[in-house]
């Protein structure tokens, strides 16, 4: 009985001083930790799980073993912070694989790296000929990056002179048929306001799974039942489309119109409207 009542008692104390030094250790993902990294926390969870079951019998000698292995890594990546050189000891360094569209063989080497190792992870990176790339560079951590080449690359709003409007995460306001105040809050709504858009919709806040709100108001719904198609409401296609039929009028009522003073001012409000539809376009136009 005593023996189980240390174990129990070492393994809470253990949970919370492992949580407490793998969060001091950092919040690397897997995916982007260091080979090195993941040694130690490994060592670091296979200490105190001897510990915890009374494997290490002598309590001190396990922290210490314990501390070593947790803190010495912090101690190196504060090192690292300052230092080049220990940066590259410890991390190790980029290696070149690809340039200039060029398979550099004596890099693919030094990773020991085969060459359909190389077209597996192009792949994945959604490129299938090595023509299109620019350059590639495998990281310390071992990912590898890739640049394509500039006529091969997807073309963004920026290249083509375009405005797009600035997007800020979405806001969930509703889960599981429960209200969230702080998405509602975040957004500077209420749920006045949400009630009002479920009404629109036709929805009740309890079939709702899934309700989120964007930046310019706008409000999307999941339901439980995938069946059923909410209509999704088109708030800002429908004032541009206002705007554009209000200029298109004024156009109109300049054609036909006898009076010169009103052709005018139909043709002089019809080019602000115009102007204005130029710098809404980018925020009400996806």
């Not at 393994?11 to 690397?28: D, E, N």
């Not at 080449?149 to 290249?159: I, Y």
Request: charged share 20%.
């Amino acid at each position: 009985m005593n023996n189980l009542l240390i174990i129990v008692l070492r393994s809470i104390f253990l949970f919370f001083l492992t949580l407490v030094l793998t969060r001091v250790m950092g919040k690397r993902s897997l995916s982007n930790m260091l080979p090195f990294n993941f040694i130690c926390y490994l060592v670091v969870a296979i200490i105190a799980s001897l510990i915890s079951l009374n494997i290490i019998t002598n309590l001190f000698f396990g922290l210490i073993a314990l501390a070593i292995w947790g803190l010495f890594p912090i101690a190196l990546d504060y090192l690292s912070m300052k230092s080049k050189w220990i940066h590259d000891v410890v991390t190790g360094k980029q290696w070149v694989l690809m340039k200039n569209g060029k398979v550099m063989e004596e890099n693919l080497s030094e990773v020991r790296l085969t060459g359909e190792e190389l077209l597996r992870e192009l792949r994945s990176k959604n490129v299938f000929n090595l023509a299109d790339v620019e350059f590639a560079i495998m990281e310390s951590t071992g990912e590898i990056n890739i640049c394509l080449k500039s006529d091969k690359k997807p073309v963004t709003a920026h290249d083509l002179g375009t405005k797009v409007s600035p997007k800020v995460e979405p806001q969930t306001i509703i889960l599981d048929g429960n209200i969230l105040n702080e998405g509602l809050t975040n957004m500077g709504l209420n749920q006045e306001w949400l009630k009002t858009q479920l009404e629109n919709a036709g929805v009740a806040l309890e079939n709702v799974f899934i309700a989120q709100v964007d930046s310019s108001g706008e409000i999307y719904i999941d339901l439980f039942d995938d069946n059923i198609q909410v209509p999704q409401p088109k708030v800002k296609e429908l004032l541009y489309a206002n705007i554009e039929k209000v200029q298109s009028d004024l156009m109109s009522f300049a054609l036909e119109t006898q009076s010169e003073n009103a052709k005018s001012m139909y043709l002089y409000h019809a080019k602000k409207l115009e102007e204005v539809m130029k710098k809404l376009k980018p925020y009400l136009l996806r």
